[in-house]
C-alpha cells in the first residue's frame, strides 16, 4: 500500500514568494518529480501576476510515485494555455504544464484553483 502524504503552504504576496515555494518544495520529506518545482514555480507566479488577493496557498499530495499539487488564489480568472511568439518574454507557463503534466485543470469555488498531476 503507497503511503498519503499532504502538505499545504500559504504564501503572501511579494517579489520572493515564488522563490519560497521553491524552498518549501526542496525542504519537503518527499521525493518529487523533477518537473513538480517548475511547474509549481509557475503556478505560483501566474498566481500573483493574474489573481487576486494578498497570498497564493498551494497544496501537495502524493501517493506513491504520483504527486497532485494545486495553486489557488483569490480571483476569478480562468487561465488557460495560449501561443506566446517566438521572442516573447512571458506567457509560457502554461504551455509548460500543459506539456510536462499527465493532467492538469482549472476549477472555479469561488477562488480559482489550477492544478497538475505528476509520475514520478
Do not use: Q
Not at 518544495?25 to 494578498?54: K, S, W
Not at 497564493?56 to 489557488?72: M, Q, Y
Not at 495560449?82 to 504544464?97: C, D, Q
Amino acid at each position: 500500500m503507497n503511503d498519503v502524504h499532504a502538505h499545504e503552504l500559504a504564501v503572501a504576496r511579494d517579489e520572493d514568494s515564488a522563490h519560497r515555494v521553491r524552498a518549501w518544495l526542496d525542504d519537503l520529506p518527499v521525493d518529487l518529480p523533477e518537473a513538480a518545482p517548475l511547474l509549481t514555480h509557475e503556478l505560483v507566479t501566474n498566481a500573483f501576476r493574474h489573481g487576486d488577493g494578498e497570498r497564493v496557498w498551494v497544496s501537495l499530495i502524493t501517493c506513491g510515485d504520483r504527486v497532485f499539487i494545486e495553486v489557488v488564489d483569490e480571483g476569478n480568472g480562468h487561465p488557460h494555455v495560449v501561443r506566446p511568439r517566438p521572442y516573447a518574454e512571458s506567457g509560457r507557463g502554461l504551455l509548460w504544464v500543459d506539456n510536462l503534466s499527465e493532467e492538469w485543470g482549472v476549477a472555479r469555488h469561488g477562488t480559482t484553483h489550477v492544478w497538475f498531476k505528476l509520475a514520478g
